[in-house]
């Protein structure tokens, strides 16, 4: 049976499957990331990662992967095959893209892991049928993927979706990329953690709790959670001024909340925009899989692409 490996390397861990043609999985398979032994262990586990799930192709099916698509955190150069740079994973210019290719003797599609996962919600998931649509991960930090007639744009050097670095409060609360008052700083998960952990004394409280507590009405959450859905409503009104989508997807931790953020955060888009038009806002369908069944998506949009390439004259 045809298939290609998927797999999904994040900050701990790594989700991996086997998919045929369909978009079925045929297999299903997880390891740590082992970032604890450094950049050098955690490439040569992604590898053996990779190669475990070629041979078991070949037991079970007689034939290995015609082709591997993987997802990768940070900055990634995906025309070069290249991962940049990882904060988390503490590697820089990784050339996996290669690496990949000479273990498994396969072609190899490299991609971030938000724009792959948010082409798995455009074509898969939320934004299914959609011509434009924009995926917004809240997480620990906050980014997105552009989506336009069935693909994610990766922009000219890689950095397209950034919208987290999209400075909505000039001046406030600096931000690693070296700007102060980005968008992940005042409205991803980490930031209302942190927010709801000071405001209520709690050090251990996170956004669920946070979020809770709004729905219980405390006036203390309510404010956090108005402070982030403010700003976020800011950044993605920007957004929505550049890109015009037809739909917006929010996933990440944060999206978790429902109806808690969701509600909100409608009224706070409706009523920032002017001329615009207010897309459909909804939450990512595809949860923790996303990532998975986008890297696979990649690797059989490569097939595709080798295979037209083949039979033009």
Known sequence: MRHVIALDVGGTGMKAALAGPDGRVLHRARRATGREQGPDAVVAGILDFAAELRAYGVDH????????????????????????????????DVPLRGLLAERLGVPVALGHDVRTGGLAEGRLGAGRGADRFLFVALGTGIAGAI????RVEAGAHGFAGEIGHIVVRPGEDPCPCGQ??????????????????????????????????VDAGDPRALAVWQRAVDALADGLVTALTLLDPRVLIIGGGLAEAGSTLFTPLREAIRGRITFQKQPSLVPAALGEAAGCLGAGLLAWDLLDHIDRTEVTP
């Open 61 to 92: 099916w007689g034939t290995p992967a015609s082709a591997a698509g993987v997802a990768v955190p940070g900055i990634v150069d995906e025309a070069e095959g290249v991962a940049a740079y990882a904060a988390n994973l503490g590697w820089r």
């Open 147 to 150: 989506g336009v007639d069935g």
């Open 180 to 213: 102060a008052g980005c968008l992940e700083r005042f409205a991803s998960a980490a930031a209302v953690s942190k927010a709801w952990a000071a405001a209520s004394g709690t050090p251990g409280a996170d956004a669920a709790d946070c979020a809770k507590a």
